[in-house]
Every structure is written in structure tokens, then in C-alpha cells.
């Protein structure tokens, strides 16, 4: 079982930057993938940004360039720096793991970019 714990969210004007972080409850070294999905209101979840335990990582074409994925294992968390944020990138942001065994995800954080 893994808990995971997103926060970072907020209200911010189109141009702006958050941090996003994903705080899980037990080393995140041993996850096959860990990522962020996003989810806007009539839309279906899809995957923002995800990297695997091998270091290879995948952005969403509409994120690429804005937003960085990372990871702090000391911390075992894993974060999303998001800048130059679009009215279109409003949504609640999951994070999820894949253990390998299980998929977790986590309760999401809501991010609303203003115009």
C-alpha cells in the first residue's frame, strides 16, 4: 500500500509558475514510474509528465518546455515545477505511481490559471 499526497495547487494569472509536490509513503526509489496526471472538468485524466525508475522521462507535447518533473528521494518526493502556466492548463493534478504490483494514485490538487 502507498499513500501519496499532493499539494502545491492554487490560483494563479496565465504567465505564473507553481511547484507541485507529491509526497509518498515510502521510498519512491523502488517504483517502476511515478508521474502527474492531470484532469479538467469535462475532460478526460491524462498524463502531464511521468519518469521511470531507469531516469527516462515523458512530457505531454502541450507541457513541454513549461513544466519539469523531479525527484527528491531523500524526501520521497516527486515535483512538478510548472511556469509560463495557461488558462488551459487548469485542472485538478494527480500524482501516481506504479509499484510494479499496484497502481496508486493520489487525492489531486486543484490548479486554476486565471486569464
Known amino acids: 500500500q502507498v499513500q501519496l499526497v499532493e499539494s502545491g495547487g492554487g490560483l494563479v494569472q496565465a504567465g505564473g509558475s507553481l511547484r507541485l509536490s507529491c509526497a509518498a509513503s515510502r521510498s519512491i526509489f523502488s517504483f517502476n514510474a511515478i508521474g502527474w496526471y492531470r484532469q479538467a472538468p469535462g475532460k478526460q485524466r491524462e498524463l502531464v509528465a511521468r519518469v521511470t525508475s531507469g531516469g527516462s522521462i515523458n512530457y505531454a507535447d502541450s507541457v513541454k518546455g513549461r513544466f519539469t518533473i523531479s525527484r527528491d528521494y531523500a524526501k520521497n518526493t516527486l515535483y512538478l515545477r510548472m511556469n509560463s502556466l495557461k488558462p488551459e492548463d487548469t485542472a485538478a493534478y494527480y500524482c501516481?505511481?506504479?509499484?510494479?504490483?499496484?497502481?496508486?494514485w493520489g487525492q489531486g490538487t486543484q490548479v486554476t490559471v486565471s486569464s
Open positions: 501516481k505511481c506504479d509499484t510494479g504490483v499496484a497502481y496508486y
